[in-house]
C-alpha cells in the first residue's frame, strides 16, 4: 500500500501530510564535483608534500616555521636606549653647530631702553636681521642680567655683528 504523495496543493487536505506508511520519493542528489588541482602559475599542479624536513637517515623532524622569532623584553629595552643616545646626540650636535655658526660680535654699543620696552623689542631695534633670542642672550650676557626687567633710560650694552 505505498502510495507517492505530490508536493502540490489538493482539495483532501494538507500537502505536506503523509498519511501512516507512505512513502517519498525523493529525486538523486547530484554527485560531488571534483575539487580542481591546485596549480602554479604556469599550469604545472603543485605537488603534495608532507610536513616537516627529512634527515639523510630518514627520520622526519617538525616543519619550520617562517615567523620570525618574538623579540625578548630585553632587545626591546636595549633598542630603546640605543635611540634615546641617538636623540640626545644629535639634539646636542645641533644645538653644537648652532652655536659654532653664531655669528661673532665685532664689538659693542650704548643704547637707551625706551618706555615700555622690552628686552626682545631691544634686541629687534639693535639687530633686526639676527635671531632675536639669540641677541637677547647676548645683551644679557654683555650686561651680566640674570632676569629681563628694565627700566626706561637705562644704557645698555648691545652687541655689533659682522655682516
Do not use: F
Not at 655658526?101 to 626682545?120: D, F, K, M
Amino acid at each position: 500500500m505505498n502510495q507517492t504523495l505530490t508536493r502540490h496543493s489538493s482539495t483532501t487536505g494538507y500537502a505536506g501530510h503523509r498519511p501512516a506508511g507512505a512513502t517519498v520519493e525523493r529525486a538523486p542528489r547530484p554527485a560531488p564535483r571534483p575539487v580542481p588541482a591546485r596549480r602554479r602559475p604556469s599550469g604545472r599542479p603543485v605537488a603534495a608534500r608532507p610536513a616537516g624536513v627529512v634527515c639523510a637517515d630518514g627520520r622526519r623532524h617538525a616543519p619550520v616555521s617562517r615567523r620570525p622569532a618574538p623579540i625578548g623584553w630585553g632587545a626591546a629595552i636595549v633598542a630603546g636606549i640605543a635611540l634615546a643616545i641617538a636623540v640626545w646626540a644629535v639634539v646636542i650636535g645641533g644645538a653644537a653647530a648652532t652655536e659654532s655658526t653664531a655669528a661673532p660680535i665685532a664689538g659693542t654699543s650704548v643704547v637707551h631702553v625706551r618706555g615700555g620696552e622690552s628686552l626682545g623689542e631691544l634686541a629687534q631695534r639693535v639687530a633686526p636681521d639676527r635671531s632675536t633670542s639669540a641677541v637677547v642672550a647676548d645683551i644679557k650676557e654683555l650686561n651680566h642680567m640674570s632676569g629681563s626687567a628694565l627700566t626706561a633710560g637705562q644704557p645698555l650694552l648691545a652687541p655689533l655683528y659682522r655682516n
